[in-house]
Every structure is written in C-alpha cells, then in structure tokens.
C-alpha cells in the first residue's frame, strides 16, 4: 500500500491565553489515505477544528503548533515556505466552513469566487472554470445550475450556498477537503439533501475529505473511518462499522447511549381540566404578511408540549405571540382560563410572572456584565420584593436546585461559565419568578451532547417536581423523542398536525411529518444510501418540501 | 545635482538595499523562515528606516558639536525634540517598571502587558492632572500678577536677555510664563473635562433612549442631530459664541458657562451617534427581551442593562472627545472667543505671544514662548490618543 496522503504524528498544538500557552492537542496521530473520508468527532474544545486546520499547515490566531509533523503527500507543510503553502490550499487542499453565508463574500457573485481559485492557481482559464463551475452545479444537484452562479449569495438559500461552497472547494480538484461542521447550521430536511451531494462528489472525484462534526448520525453516513476526540487527546479509531456497533472506550459509548434518553410515559389528561396555557385560532403578522395562519394548541398542567417543524416555520413566533411581543391580529391567548392582553406592556407583573422563556443562546440571554447572583436575584426581588438575605437564600436555593454549587457560582460572571451551565442560569432565572410554564426555545441545539442530555434531564426533574408545564421548540426530533408528551408539528405558519407523542411517532401521519421524521439521520451507516434508493434523488429535501 | 536626481537615487538604494537586505539574511541565516517568507515590502521598510535612524543620529551628533550662534540655532528645535523623546522613553519606560514593582496583582498584571506609549500617555495625564488640580500651590507666582520685566527670554540666562526668577520667561505685560501656563492646565483642561461630562451625558441618556424606544423618537431625535452635524462644529460655535457674547452682558452669565454649554452640545451630537449604534446592537440581545418581558421600566433598561455593556467603546470614545472639545476650547480662545482674559489659557498665550514666531531663525529661545502653550496643548491630545489607543486595542480583544 501506498504512503499515506496526510500523515500527521505526535501533533501538539498549544492556544495562548492570559500570557501562558496552554495545551490543545496533546499528542494526536492521523493518517488519511487517498479517497479515503475521516469523520472527527467530539464535544466542542475537543480540538476536532483544531486538528482540522493543521492538517492544512494552518492554525488560527493566537495558537502555534508546538510539536509533531504533518505531512501531506509527502511534503512537510509546517516547514513549507509560504510560496509552496500557497501553491497547495485552495489547488491540491480545500475547505468548507461551518456557515457559507458567513464565508462567502457578499459582495460578488458566486461564479466569480468559484473561478478565482481555479485562475489564480493558472489550473483553467476563467471561461473554462464557469463552464466546470456550471457542470459541478449540476452534479450537486442546485437548482437551475446554468444560471444560479451568477446570483450573490444572499439571493441563494443557506442549504444551497453549503452546497455551492463544495463545489467552489472542489474547482480545483482538490486531493484533499476539510468539511468543518457543513451541515450543523441547516435544517435536518435541508442538511440531507447537502449530505447526499458532498457523499456523491467526494465519492466521484475520488477525493479524500476530513468530516467535523459532532452528530454521530452524520459521520456515520460520511465517513470511512472514526476517530473520537476528547479534550485534545485521541480516544480511539477504527472504521465507522465496527466504531458503532462495538466501541471499546466508556467515553464513545456514553456519546453513544446519550441518544437513548426517554422520559416515561405520563397519563393522559383529563379532558375537562383547564389548560395552562392555551392559544386560540392565532393569526400574527410582520409587516402586512401573516407568518402564523390560526394557530391552536392547548398546554395542560403538569405536561410538555414540543413544537417542531424547520426554520421559518413559526414556531418561534408563536412563542412571541403568547409571551406578548407579537400581538396577533386575529385570536387571544389565554393563561389558566384568563384572556391576556395581548401585548406584554399592558400585562400586570404578575401576568409576566407565569410564563418565562429560556433561550436558545445562553450567550446573549444573559448580560455579561452582572454576576450570576445579580441576574437571578433580580427577578427574585422584582417580583418576590425579597432584599438582602432573604434574596440571597432564594439565589442559593435556585442554585442548589440546578445542581450548581452556590457559593462557588454566585458571584461569577457568565462568560466564567462553560456553554450548558450558562444554559442552568438562564433556567434558574425563569424558575426565580416561580411560574407555571416555561417556553424552551430550542434550549438545547447549541450545545453538545452529552450537556444537552444533562439539561434535559434537569427540566424533566423540574417538572416532576414543580410540576411546570413546558412548551418546547425545536428542530430536532431526538430531543422530542426524549422529553415531550405531545407534539404540534408546524409548517408555514400553520399547524399540519398535533397529537400525543407515541401517535406521532406511529404511522400513519401526515406526510410532512413522515418526511421530517425520515429525514433525521440515523446511527445507522446505510441510512442515507437507503433513504436514497427508497425516495430517489430529487424527492428529498427542499425538493420535496416543495412538492407538498 | 537637482532635487530629484537626489530623490530619485535615494529611492533606488532604498529598493536595492531591500532587496539585498533579504538575500544576506537569507543566505547568512541559513534560509530560516523569517527571511524566507519575507515579503519584499517589509525588507524595504526595515531598510528605509534604518537609514532614517541613520540620518537622525548623524544630525544629532552634528547639532551637538556645532558652534554656539547660527549653526547651533539651525539646530536648536532638533536637539529640544530629540531630548525631549529620550527623556519620555525613560520616564515612561521607569513609570512603567514602577508599576510592575508596586499595586495589586491586577494592576501589576496590567503595567505587564502595557505598551510603552500607553505609561507614557498615562504619566502625562497623571502629571497634568496634578499639576491643574494643585496649580495654586506649585505655580511661583499669580496667573495675574504683573511682575515688571516684560518680554523675558526663556531659559534663564542673563546672556541673551532671560532671568533665573522667571525659567520660561514673562510675556509681553511682564506676566510669568510657568505661572500661566500651571493655571492654564486649570482652567483648560477643568473647564474641558467638565464640557466633556455634560456633553456625555446628555448624548449617551438621548442615544440610549434612542435605541431603546425607537419609532419616532428615534427619528426625531437621529433627524435633529444630522441638522446639527450638517454645520461645520468650530464655525458654529463661532457663531453661538458671539450671539451669547451679547447675552453674557445683558443677564450677567459668565461667557464661560455659554461656552461650556455650547460646545457640550454641540459635541453631543457625536456622543449621541456612538450611543445610539452601540445601543442598537446592545437591544436586540435576549437578556433585553427576557429584562422587558419580567414587566421593567426603561430606567432600569437603559442604566443597569445597556450602559454596563457600552462601557468600553464609550470610555474610548471619551478620551477622544475630551481632545477635540479641549482643541475646540483652545480654538475658540485663540479666536478670542473663548476663556476671556485675564484668565490664563494656553489658546490665548499662543495666540497673543504668536508673532515671537518670527524670530525663530536668528533668536529661538525667544520663539520658544508661543510654542510652550501649543506644545501643552499637543502633548496632552497625544497622550491621550495614546492611552485611548490602548483601551480600544484591549476591548476589542486584539492580542499581539
């Protein structure tokens, strides 16, 4: 067998913070043959971009490789001048980042990106490269490719630019791409779609790619072989197959089991018991266009209701409408029976008290410039009137209840907090103002894993508990799996379908439904190929969302 | 030889020492990466500066050892300027090592990673502000005082016409120099400080509602201050100035209020610009929305939610708009508009001792009296421009 095409040994790459380098990869070995696609997974901080990007010879600011070798096809990219760098990335070694819209210029049309590689590297000349940029179009399945190169990119969807961004990495013919999370930013029915062009292209062209991620179910479609990642150290490899059915550290199969989680079944409510919260026949609108057309559900005590459907589908406008941002046009909201008004500055503070939100980003829920005491004690004192030590108590109790240790939380500030225990405060501070109901919105999606799961689990106790009732939006199906017990399913602003769990999740239901169910990826390594075979090509993703 | 050959061969042994300059370190280095991927523009830089330096250093040792008369006076502001520099660097440089000696753990760790222009730029303010706030004890004599002798040279020497009594020399009505300009940093830098107060104020409290309320208020209010932008600042100042002249006689308001006011307002229109777009990208975020949905008033909104998280681009902005509102305060009172006399202040000293100028070819000690005042005026807006420099380059989190 022939070399290796990377080879990287004993890597050590060290990050600078507050004057001292500290350790980010310790140590990591990888080789990558040709054609050959590597799936790196692992929490965020694990180190999976890191290594990413050293494959390239690269590293961000403020980090230095410090140690090891990377070599690809035999050259030594860490000793390689700048000149010999610049004749392999973008010619011989691409890369797609996590968000397209983020990385392509706005200001150009995407046929001009995609051929200033090609030109700059004198592999084609300008018209050549359109016509190969038109032809890979095609092959990646964008609509109308003939002319789609020629829009810029805010004209384009956020599935298809991912999808244009491949065929921009792929101008040259490259030997070797880095996928740096492609799909962790797109909807499950658009992600497919881009999974199933970047599988056939890597596949035709023969080229060897680095798959980041962090969703097992996706590298288990992508990738060849898996290596884990854990705080910049290397937990095992081996290829995907044997990597799912029998992984040998405890670490891989924790990521593992964490997709088993499932709350138990709870009774069913009675009929004549008066919901929590209700939302009537809810007409709202931006502007002069409704983007929610009637809007029903009920919330009972004691009960999680998911909301689920892609972006834009309005789901989280109808939070905004039952919070009181939005008042809709036609219909009302009503708490425990009571109508609200409609917009939140003519509710009473105790109308505010019993619904809270949390948010999806801890990052920008809470204010970074108050401490953790400050920002749960605020809603304690606002409408508690608890000062002082009495407040003070209150603030230690909701952080016990969190399962924060509070003397040693209290007075940092939130940037002093890892990802998930920024998402505990944001929940300690909805339960400060004690209520009835807590909007999630899409509490989990930013985080890992096995953090997620943690905060599931603490809602679940929560409300067993206080016996709070929970609406939850999200996108994401396992999450629903887990902790709902009923589910609205959204589409366009309007409810296609709502029922208990388990009858959701049971054929027959309503075809949007299926599609959404069948479009989350699944442990196993044939899901996608099937899936594939089963509807064909052009009848998954938006496509088919368009044909509905 | 015409200028431009010159011009033209300096800028070909510049280009060709670049180029050479790479090659040697190559070569001689043994083709390590730093010469190696040397771009040819920053060879050319570090041979263009060194023989700047070059020709810095030659004239100094020139200006040294010329003979006292012409030849020296040619070199009079060139020898002040470089000894001024070296004695800067020292002191910044001891203040900083002073600082790392003394304080806390955090103060230390911040005179670490201080830069040498920064402790510069803080040891001036620290000096100037000392020197205005206990003017009255250090400075020997009265901003007022009359003291006799007109016109004394600077320097104190008998020979070309100074006095030890008076070390920067007294000006036309026999006033001593040191004197008004200690009293100056009073009154400028004060009446400076508190119009950059008032003009944060109600800029930042105007931009913040702004952006919190929007709708028409915002309209109204960003509308009302593109008019005001519309017109030049200094002219319109002007313009006010000389209207409030009249008022300041009729209701008997000191001229200096007007002025303090007028400029705030005037100042306060940037301030609003910065306040408003900051605060704009401070209200969408969702600790916002979750402070409005808990039932809170705009108080509280604007003062403990916003402001905290505006600190830093309107510290920054503060130290800028301190220099311009004390240039401004400067221009005016050159104008004769603005601090009124017999109080002193570095605008009016440059321009009533301004036509000593002329004597700089054949008498610099005597031209030195305007630049004393303009000088304190420059030194004071570039060290703060130093620190401010600093304090952006921290909160934007730029390492390196």
Redesign the interface.
Known sequence: MSDPLVKIRDLKIEG?SD?TWTPIINGVDLDLNRGEVLGLIGESGAGKSTIGLAAMGFTR??VRISGGSVEFDGIDLL?A???VKRGLLGKRIAYVAQSAAASFNPAHKLIDQHTEAPTQHNVSSRSESVQDGVELYRRLRLPNPDEIGFRYPHQVSGGQLQRAMTAMAMSCRPDLIIFDEPTTALDVTTQIEVLAAIRDIVEQFDTAAIYITHDLAVVAQMADKIKVLLKGDEVEEADTRTMLSAPTQDYTKSLWAVRSFERPKKPAVLTTATPIVSVCGVTAAYGKIDVLHDVSFDIHQGRTVAVVGESGSGKSTTARCI???LPPRIGHIEFDGVEMPLD?RK???DQ?RQAQ?I?Q?AD???????SIGEIIG??VE??MGLKGREKRKRVEDLLAEIELEPTQYIDRLPSELSGGQKQRIGIA?ALA?EPKFIICDEVTSALDQLVAEGILKLLAKLQDELGLSYMFITHDLATVRAIADEVVVMKDGEVVEQGEKAAMFQPPHHPYTDLLLSSVPEMDPDWLSNLLNERGVDNIGDAAVDKM | MSVWMWILTILIVILAGGWMFRKVGQITSGNT?YF??MPYGVAVGYVAAALTLLFVITTYIKALSAEPGAEANKYFFFKLAIHFLLISAVAAWVFRWLGRQIGTAGTRKLF??MPLTASFGILVIILYALTAIFAGAIAPYGQEEILGNANVVPGGDPNIGGDPKYPLGTDQIGRDILSRLIFGAQNTVGIAFATTCLAFFIGASLGFLAATLGGWLDQLLSRAVDALMAIPALIFALLLMTIAAVWANKFGIPLTLFMVVIIAVIDATRVFRLARAVGTSIVV???I??A?????GLTYLIFR?IL??ATAPLLAEFGLRFCFVFLTIASLSFLGVGIQPPLADWGTMVRDLGQFINFAQFAPQVALTPLLAASAIALLTVAVNFVVDWMLHRSSGL??
Not at chain 1, 364 to 370: C, D, E, G, I, M
Not at chain 2, 292 to 296: A, F, I
């Open positions: 600078r004057e600011d403020g000793g001048s700048a000149a919070t009181g941002l939140y509710r009473n503070k505010l939100m948010y980003m920008t829920a809470l204010n970074p410039r108050k605020r809603p606002f409408y501070r103002a | 990466p190696r991927d670490r990673q975020m969702d600790y929305e979750a409005k949905l808990r039932g809170e939610e905290p998280n390492k390196e």
